[in-house]
């Protein structure tokens, strides 16, 4: 008896996997078209206006952070004192500390 319920568990199981997704229906290709062509104007005329970046000397990526690859980059990015492995600055010094600081007041 066990195993029979077991068995018309499975059959269910896989009878409701089966009818689970239906296929989407197919629409005309043409309006999908057009409305694509429309919302592609839209977006193309935003990011054109709002693309200009404000130049300050240094090499960007596009996104508009600093590009690390150039060495005026880099040595702006330093902190004045000792840092810790991974690169930030290890806060039991002094000087991380006043420069912290500073940076909070601006």
Do not use: H, W
């Not at 029979?4 to 999908?32: E, H, N, R, W, Y």
């Not at 000087?95 to 912290?100: G, L, V």
């Amino acid at each position: 008896m066990k195993k029979l319920l077991i068995a018309s568990c499975l059959v269910l199981g896989f009878t409701a996997f089966a009818t689970a997704q239906t296929p989407a229906a197919k629409t005309a290709a043409k309006p999908a078209a057009t409305k694509v062509a429309a919302d592609k104007k839209a977006t193309d005329a935003k990011p054109a206006a709002a693309a200009a970046p404000a130049k300050s000397g240094k090499p960007l990526k596009a996104d508009g952070t600093p590009d690390m690859r150039y060495k005026e980059n880099k040595t702006a990015a330093k902190p004045a004192g000792p840092t810790k492995a991974d690169g930030t600055p290890d806060m039991r010094y002094k000087e991380n500390k006043t420069a912290t600081k500073a940076k909070g007041k601006s």
